[in-house]
């Protein structure tokens, strides 16, 4: 058996880090405002789902279960979503992110099919709309992470392989999308006399560490892990918000 393939991470393995590290974030938006370092840390947990939704497109066996798993999860997350991040049950101006992972797998599977039936010129100008459409979508919806969150998980379906070409172009394009688009609030870190500015959206970009250890295996695979993987979104979200209501009662 290959050693390397044996040490590194599994895909449970990384579904369990990024649900780690959402906790830690939604526990700073919550509860904790103060201990930043909780949303610093938190902010490698979208990149790590968007390479695993990647990632499960094509390991997948059943698509079309795939995008309704996907859908249902949107649909029962969204009152958690909206009482989490407003303390209402109707909340039309953010939508929860696994509506964004829903635009990201149905552009994937589109994408698919334009390579397929198209020669490559056409596909390649079919590709460049559906990813435009991609990224408009993402905030004509405000799902989570808006049009920015939808690229990121399309950074992973085009650079898919484990070779330098592929890991430049996710680093990149991450930077890109994290710190030129989404961008945000800014820390200065004083260095021999100068300011250094960190992103804290940038710090996004430290997720690749885990993602590029990723070997390939899926680790623990059983319906009960992927239904917990599910319904650990809308729950944690729905027990903080019941936590909060009940400290500020």
């Given at each position: 058996m290959d050693k390397h393939r044996e040490s590194g991470i599994t895909a449970a393995g990384l579904h369990l880090l990024a649900m780690a590290l959402m906790l830690c974030d939604h526990l700073w938006a919550a509860l904790f405002p103060a201990a930043e370092w909780l949303t610093c840390i938190g902010r490698m947990a979208f990149p790590i789902f968007a390479f695993l939704l990647a990632e499960g497109y094509r390991r997948t066996?059943?698509?079309?279960?795939?995008?309704?798993?996907?859908?249902a999860g949107a649909l029962l997350s969204e009152i958690p979503f909206n009482l989490f991040y407003s303390g209402s049950a109707v909340y039309p101006y953010h939508q929860n992110v696994l509506w964004t992972f829903f635009i990201a797998l149905l552009l994937m599977i589109l994408l698919d099919r334009v390579r397929q039936r198209f020669r490559p010129i056409p596909a390649v100008l079919l590709s460049a709309a559906l990813v435009l459409l991609g990224f408009l979508l993402g905030y004509g919806t405000m799902a989570d992470y808006y049009g920015a969150g939808v690229l990121t998980?399309?950074?992973?379906?085009f650079f898919r392989e484990k070779n330098v070409k592929c890991l430049l172009g996710q680093l990149v394009c991450l930077y890109i999308l994290h710190?030129?688009?989404?961008g945000g609030y800014y820390y200065s870190i004083p260095v021999s006399g100068f300011e250094i500015q960190i992103v804290q959206q940038g710090l996004a970009l430290t997720a690749l560490v885990p993602i590029w250890l990723y070997r390939g295996r899926q680790g623990r695979h059983s319906r009960a892990f992927r239904a917990f993987c599910y319904l650990f979104y809308p729950a944690h979200m729905?027990?903080?918000?019941?936590?909060?209501?009940?400290?500020?009662?």
């Open positions: 066996r059943d698509v079309r279960r795939y995008l309704l798993r996907l859908l998980a399309l950074v992973f379906y710190v030129h688009i989404l729905l027990a903080l918000f019941l936590l909060r209501e009940m400290l500020l009662a």
